[in-house]
């Protein structure tokens, strides 16, 4: 497999962008004390939860092991969002060791939040369907990223030239 290029080099860029603000602005509720952050991002939260029945995110009732996830995705994975938005927009490799360890990490922890979802009685086959719509991006393309860079000496880098 090549390296990321064109189109799917653009799409792993918005996703990494865009997971920057969600992890700090949205995610970080669930580790982080509420009352660091403004009433309008805690509404933002609590209107995500109810309309969408997403009992994870669900305050006062988050649960340890959600939060210890969270805790991994802001020490761990967020470092990693912003070296490989840096190293894509400076047109630099990415290494592809971490590359590895950061999306083995990420899908692994999407299981155990999929299960909940899929065992939560209190909601419906469309409910649970629409709330796992919201979560699968975030399995899918740390999937997609193990396969490019297994197959690759730099993942998400430019071309060398032969």
């Known amino acids: 497999m090549t390296v990321l290029q064109g189109k799917t080099k653009n799409a792993f860029l918005c996703f990494f962008i865009s997971h920057i603000p969600i992890t700090l602005l949205i995610d970080g509720q669930a580790f982080f004390p509420r009352h660091y952050y403004p009433q309008i991002l805690q509404d933002v939260v609590d209107w995500y939860a109810l309309t969408f029945k997403d009992k994870l995110m669900t305050h006062p009732d988050i649960q ?3 939060s210890s996830l969270v805790a991994i995705e802001i020490l761990f994975q967020l470092p990693f969002f912003v070296y490989a938005v840096s190293a894509m927009l400076k047109r630099r490799n990415i290494n592809k060791n971490l590359c590895i360890a950061y999306a083995s990490s990420t899908a692994t922890t999407l299981i155990p939040i999929f ?3 899929l ?3 209190e909601t419906s086959i469309e409910e649970k369907a ?7 991006p975030y399995f899918i393309f740390p999937l997609w990223l193990i396969m490019i860079a297994a197959s690759e000496q730099s993942a998400l880098g430019i071309k060398k030239k032969k």
């Open 115 to 117: 299960a909940c979802i």
């Open 130 to 136: 629409v709330l796992l719509s919201f979560y699968l």
């Open 64 to 66: 340890p092991w959600f």
């Open 119 to 121: 065992a939560d009685e």
